[in-house]
């Protein structure tokens, strides 16, 4: 089993900067996609970003497309989310997942195979 654990989150206020980070149990961390999802009060699940295994591919939300910035270190066995420009939509609960099968970077959680518990992140206006 692989267990995921996020930080990094807090408080900032809008246009500000935070970086999420996700370390993972396992030795088997570097062939697995990751991904980033949120969920917003009262809202359902959405895709943020995700990585390849290799860090040789990205993919984004349109939402924060320009602004947020998903890198990976696999000799740490850690996942960062880099979070510049924040708006007070950006707040929500950020998920780390990992995606062991998927030849391609997916948006759809059920394709995530491992979750973290979560961390708050919350922009101020």
């Known amino acids: 089993q692989v267990q995921l654990v996020e930080s990094g989150g807090g408080l900032v206020q809008a246009g500000g900067s935070l970086r999420l980070s996700c370390t993972a149990s396992?030795?088997?961390?570097?062939?697995?996609?990751m991904g980033w999802f949120r969920q917003a009060p009262g809202k359902e699940r959405e895709f943020v970003a995700a990585?390849?295994?290799?860090?040789?591919?990205?993919g984004y939300a349109d939402s924060v497309k320009g602004r947020f910035t998903i890198s990976r270190d696999n000799a740490k066995n850690t996942v960062y989310l880099q979070m510049n420009s924040l708006k007070p939509d950006d707040t929500a609960v950020y998920y780390c997942?990992?995606?062991?099968?998927?030849?391609?970077?997916?948006?759809?959680?059920?394709?995530?195979?491992?979750w973290g518990q979560g961390t708050q992140v919350t922009v101020s206006s």
């Open positions: 997942a990992a995606d062991r099968s998927s030849w391609y970077l997916s948006r759809l959680s059920r394709d995530y195979d491992y």
């Open positions: 396992g030795r088997t961390f570097s062939s697995y996609n």
């Open positions: 990585i390849r295994w290799s860090g040789g591919s990205t």
